[in-house]
């Protein structure tokens, strides 16, 4: 059972910078896609972005695009999400997902990934 846990989370001030982690386990990484997804209080779930099996293969919502980078590290198994010039609208419990893909595939649907994390808190002050 592939196993996914987020961290890095915290309270940051507006245009400040974090980085979130999702480690991957209990299965072959090099065989997924991660996306990251992001859920604030009393709206739908969002796509950020992802991470094909090819680091050099990424997407990202309009609304990241510039500011948001994702890479992954695959001697480790695990996923970044580099967040720089935060806004108050960024606030959100952030989600990190796999999916099993082809190795140019960006899953951009919730649908598409198998295997979710338990979120990590992203809070941008004003």
């Known amino acids: 059972q592939v196993q996914l846990v987020e961290s890095g989370g915290g309270l940051v001030q507006v245009g400040g910078s974090l980085r979130l982690s999702c480690a991957v386990s209990?299965?072959?990484?090099?065989?997924?896609?991660v996306g990251w997804f992001r859920q604030d209080s009393g709206k739908e779930r969002e796509f950020v972005g992802a991470?094909?099996?090819?680091?050099?293969?990424?997407w990202y919502e309009d609304s990241v695009k510039g500011r948001f980078t994702i890479s992954r590290d695959d001697a480790k198994n695990t996923v970044y999400l580099q967040m720089n010039s935060l806004k108050p609208d960024d606030t959100a419990v952030y989600y990190c997902?796999?999916?099993?893909?082809?190795?140019?595939?960006?899953?951009?649907?919730?649908?598409?990934?198998?295997?979710w994390g338990q979120g990590t808190q992203v809070t941008v002050s004003s």
């Open positions: 997902a796999a999916g099993r893909t082809g190795p140019w595939y960006i899953p951009r649907s919730g649908y598409e990934y198998s295997f």
């Open positions: 209990g299965g072959t990484f090099a065989n997924y896609a």
């Open positions: 991470v094909a099996r090819r680091n050099d293969v990424q």
